[in-house]
C-alpha cells in the first residue's frame, strides 16, 4: 500500500462528492486509503496525480470514479428489508390505487440505490402477489444505482443466503409462488417472470436532471442510500421526490433515516410502525 498525503485523500473525497453527492467520512473513515491504492493497482497506474487525473475526467469517463464508489460504499441489502413497508404497499398503496384510478394505469414503482436487486426483487414479489389476486392490475417497477457492478449482479437475479436471510421457506409460503431455482447451499437464481417485471438501469442521485425518470411514480424506494449525502442534498432530493411523485404515492427511506428539516408537503404516515412519507391527494372541487 502506498503513503498517501491527507490533503491529496481530500482532494479524492471532493470529486467523489462532487459526482456522487457520497461524503466520504460518512461511508468509511478507515482504509480508505488502501481502497485507493487497491484502485491505482487495479487501473495500472503508480503515480497518485495520474490516477487523480483519471478520477478528474469522469464526466467523459466515469469508470474509475464507478469502481472507487463500488469500493468504498457498503453494497449490503436482503429481501424484504423492513417487512412493514411492504405490508403497506400491498395492504394499503395498492388496493387504493386501483379502487381510486381502475386497471387503466400501471403502478409505477422505483427502487433508487438498488444495490444488488434485493429491494426490487421484492417489489416484484409484491406485485405479483397482488396480480395473483386481481390479473388485470399493471405494474412498472424501475431499479437505478450508481454501481454498475451491483446493477450486473441485480440483472442476473442470483443471490446468497445471506440476501435471503434464510427467510425464502417463508416468503415462498406467504407469496405462493417460488422466488426461482435454488441450489443445495442456498443460492438462488431467480426466475424468468419476475426478472422480466423489474428494468435496471443507471442512476447517479446526484445529477437531479436524470431524475425526471421518476416522474409519475407512485412508489419511490430510497432506502439507506440518503444517509451517504449531505443535508443540501437530502432536501434537494426530497423537493424532487415531491414534484414527481403522483398525488397519494409515497416515499420509504431507511428505517434509521429521517426528512429533512422542510416542509415539503409530505404527509407522515405510521403503518403498523413503518414509515411512509406521503404527497397528499388533490382535493375533489365541488
Ligand atoms: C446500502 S445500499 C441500499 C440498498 C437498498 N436500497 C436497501 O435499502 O437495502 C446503498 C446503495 O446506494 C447506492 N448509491 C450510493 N450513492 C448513490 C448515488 N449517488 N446514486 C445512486 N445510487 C447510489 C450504492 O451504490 C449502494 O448500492
Given at each position: 500500500?502506498?503513503?498517501?498525503?491527507?490533503?491529496?485523500?481530500?482532494?479524492?473525497?471532493?470529486?467523489?462528492?462532487?459526482?456522487?453527492?457520497?461524503?466520504?467520512?460518512?461511508?468509511?473513515?478507515?482504509?480508505?486509503?488502501?481502497?485507493?491504492?487497491?484502485?491505482?493497482?487495479?487501473?495500472?497506474?503508480?503515480?497518485?496525480?495520474?490516477?487523480?487525473?483519471?478520477?478528474?475526467?469522469?464526466?467523459?469517463?466515469?469508470?474509475?470514479?464507478?469502481?472507487?464508489?463500488?469500493?468504498?460504499?457498503?453494497?449490503?441489502?436482503f429481501f424484504f428489508r423492513n417487512p412493514g413497508q411492504f405490508k403497506y404497499m400491498l395492504e394499503v398503496l395498492l388496493p387504493e390505487f386501483?379502487?381510486?384510478?381502475?386497471?387503466?394505469?400501471?403502478?409505477?414503482?422505483?427502487?433508487?440505490?438498488?444495490?444488488?436487486?434485493?429491494e426490487?426483487?421484492s417489489i416484484?414479489m409484491v406485485?405479483?402477489k397482488f396480480?395473483?389476486?386481481?390479473?388485470?392490475?399493471?405494474?412498472?417497477?424501475?431499479?437505478?444505482?450508481?454501481?454498475?457492478?451491483?446493477?450486473?449482479?441485480?440483472?442476473?437475479?442470483?443471490?446468497?443466503?445471506?440476501?435471503?436471510r434464510?427467510k425464502?421457506?417463508e416468503f415462498?409460503?406467504f407469496f405462493?409462488?417460488?422466488?426461482?431455482?435454488?441450489?443445495?447451499?442456498?443460492?438462488?437464481?431467480?426466475?424468468?417472470?419476475?426478472?422480466?417485471?423489474?428494468?435496471?438501469?443507471?442512476?447517479?442521485?446526484?445529477?437531479?436532471?436524470?431524475?425526471?425518470?421518476?416522474?409519475?411514480?407512485?412508489i419511490?424506494f430510497?432506502r439507506?442510500?440518503?444517509?451517504?449525502?449531505?443535508?443540501?442534498?437530502?432536501?434537494?432530493?426530497?423537493?424532487?421526490?415531491?414534484?414527481?411523485?403522483?398525488?397519494g404515492g409515497v416515499v420509504f427511506i431507511g428505517e434509521s433515516e429521517c426528512l429533512?428539516?422542510?416542509?415539503?408537503?409530505f404527509e407522515t404516515i405510521n403503518y403498523k410502525n413503518s414509515y411512509a412519507y406521503r404527497?397528499?391527494?388533490?382535493?375533489?372541487?365541488?
Amino acid at each position: 500500500m502506498i503513503y498517501i498525503e491527507k490533503r491529496k485523500i481530500d482532494h479524492i473525497s471532493r470529486l467523489v462528492h462532487d459526482y456522487s453527492g457520497i461524503v466520504v467520512e460518512r461511508v468509511t473513515s478507515r482504509q480508505v486509503e488502501k481502497k485507493i491504492s487497491d484502485q491505482m493497482s487495479r487501473f495500472k497506474v503508480s503515480n497518485l496525480d495520474d490516477y487523480i487525473s483519471i478520477l478528474e475526467s469522469f464526466s467523459h469517463n466515469p469508470l474509475a470514479m464507478d469502481d472507487l464508489i463500488a469500493d468504498l460504499t457498503v453494497s449490503e441489502s436482503f429481501f424484504f428489508r423492513n417487512p412493514g413497508q411492504f405490508k403497506y404497499m400491498l395492504e394499503v398503496l395498492l388496493p387504493e390505487f386501483f379502487d381510486r384510478q381502475g386497471f387503466q394505469f400501471p403502478f409505477r414503482i422505483w427502487s433508487a440505490g438498488c444495490s444488488r436487486g434485493e429491494e426490487a426483487y421484492s417489489i416484484a414479489m409484491v406485485a405479483r402477489k397482488f396480480q395473483n389476486q386481481f390479473a388485470e392490475a399493471r405494474f412498472s417497477i424501475n431499479a437505478g444505482d450508481i454501481n454498475s457492478r451491483n446493477l450486473q449482479m441485480a440483472k442476473e437475479g442470483v443471490f446468497c443466503k445471506r440476501s435471503l436471510r434464510d427467510k425464502l421457506p417463508e416468503f415462498e409460503e406467504f407469496f405462493g409462488f417460488s422466488l426461482g431455482r435454488c441450489d443445495e447451499s442456498g443460492n438462488c437464481v431467480v426466475n424468468e417472470e419476475l426478472r422480466k417485471m423489474i428494468e435496471f438501469q443507471r442512476l447517479n442521485l446526484k445529477n437531479l436532471q436524470s431524475l425526471k425518470c421518476l416522474t409519475g411514480s407512485d412508489i419511490i424506494f430510497c432506502r439507506n442510500v440518503l444517509i451517504y449525502f449531505d443535508e443540501h442534498l437530502r432536501s434537494l432530493l426530497f423537493e424532487d421526490f415531491f414534484k414527481y411523485l403522483n398525488p397519494g404515492g409515497v416515499v420509504f427511506i431507511g428505517e434509521s433515516e429521517c426528512l429533512p428539516p422542510l416542509d415539503i408537503g409530505f404527509e407522515t404516515i405510521n403503518y403498523k410502525n413503518s414509515y411512509a412519507y406521503r404527497k397528499p391527494l388533490l382535493k375533489q372541487s365541488k
